[in-house]
């Protein structure tokens, strides 16, 4: 088998692969390794998670895990917020009791953190993946599909974890998942790093466009039935 991913984010190469289970010379491995490879960026993880038919049920584990976890702990910080708006006095002259309220609040921002954030974490992976492997065969001659890119996103959900934090871990989780995303792109397609990064940028600008579009024509009509 001839081709490589090599160590590096330097993209597509020749050679042979090392520890490949798919071409008969390897052996699987196992859940820490994936974890670990798919955390340090080494390409031929993202390769062999993407290959792996076997892996789809952990991708989809550790997305809704991660997305549930974040939502959960979100939805807590958000209370804070409630906390400050239960002191208002007009809630006072109301006769509601502020820290009843918040709690009950709080409690009800983890919960729909905790149950909505995984389904549509879940929702994005698969239409996501689908965009993104037509992007790559299309113009760049990939061979993607929506299975393989599931597969590897799912893993490389695993960013996603540090949103727990606020601030750093977010701008942090947001970093490493483009990252991540863009080398699942090209592991998962076997497209060049350039193919992989115009993949990731172009269905982002398309809606951007359309959602303009959309906007600038809602303001023309609405323009238009106002001067009528």
Partial sequence: MQENYGGDLGGYGTGPVVNDPYS????????????????TFKPDMYREVAED?????MALLITAGVSAIVGF????????????????PNFRELGIDPAV??????????MFGLIVSPISALIGLVIGSAIFALVANTFFGGEATTGKLMRVFGFAYIFQILGIIPCLGTLAAFVLGIIG???????????????????????????????????FGIILLAGAAASA
């Fill in 24 to 39: 008969g010379g390897g052996r699987k491995s196992t859940l820490q390794e994936r974890i670990v490879g798919i955390a």
């Fill in 53 to 57: 038919p076997d892996a789809m049920g």
């Fill in 73 to 88: 702990v979100s939805g807590l910080l958000q209370a804070r917020q409630l906390v400050n708006l239960m002191q208002d």
């Fill in 181 to 215: 995303s863009v080398l699942s792109i090209r592991e998962g397609s076997r497209i060049g790093t350039g193919g992989a990064i115009v993949t990731y940028i172009l269905p982002s600008v398309i809606l951007f466009a359309l959602l303009f579009c959309a906007i």
């Fill in 101 to 110: 309220l918040s709690g009950v609040g709080a409690i009800g921002l983890a």
